[in-house]
């Protein structure tokens, strides 16, 4: 954290802590830090604006970058250029953290498949026309938390998740079950997924006959004709898993509760501008 910052804060709560005791735990000088309030008098430029994407940048997980943050100050009727928004991120040390990118992972034996009538056109042009399915690991000391999910292409919102200590097919079967419960299905719905075993399954045959759903299905070991299911993976993980690991299966439940939350209502995308269900709440 940049010198600057940490004198904002101590500036901050100067009524709360004793200037001396909070210089001393930022292992910043006295001297700069009344220097800078001296400089405060003048009005530092965009000092204002930056405690606003400071606050936003705590609200959001610090994962937005500068242009998903330049769509949530205009968003709140600020208008400022993009770079400008980077520049000020810059200065006062509030950009995101870098994305690291996902590996493709080939898949193994296939036992039944069906045809890929997704085909990589990941639009929809309503709620329950479209949805993409996987499972992902999470990570813990107390051993791997598998993470089932059901995302819409019509506005990239996650339908809903189940997670589960052993990777079964009553783990995808619960998360369907889940999904009509809350959502009736369309006569044309596709559920996309790729070809691991939960999917190739008679069970998952049955439910999805059971319920008028449209079984898709990636080609074998191309991770990319699912790419809506990894992609919103990689930003769970990049976002929130990675950079403060669970310790414990509860744990790992409690951060992507609230991430999930996050993402459905408050991360602004960058192709539309608002959260996924933003446009369904407006409506």
Known sequence: MRARVKYHVIYRHRMEYPITVMCRFFAVSRSGYYDFVHRLGRTEKDAELAEMIAKQREQCFQTYGYRRMWLWLKSHNIHRNPKTVLRIMKKYDLLSEIRRRRKC?????????YENLLNREFRAAHPKQKWA???????????????????????????????ATRQTVNLVLDTIHLAMKQ???????????????QY?????????????????????GNCYDNTMAENFFSILKVERIYRRKPNTFAEANDMIDHFLHFYNYERNQLKTGEAPLARRLST
Do not use: C, W
């Not at 996987?134 to 339908?159: A, E």
């Open 133 to 163: 399915t996987d499972i992902s690991y999470i990570f813990t000391k107390q051993g791997v938390l598998y993470l089932s999910m059901i995302r819409d292409l019509y506005d990239n919102s996650v339908v809903v998740y189940k997670t």
């Open 183 to 197: 959502k009736r299905a369309t006569a044309e719905l596709q559920l996309h997924s790729d070809q691991r075993f």
């Open 105 to 113: 992972v080939q898949m193994g034996q296939q036992v039944h498949k």
């Open 200 to 220: 190739t399954s008679q069970a998952y045959f049955n439910l999805t006959q059971e319920y008028g759903i449209t079984p898709s299905m990636s080609r074998r």
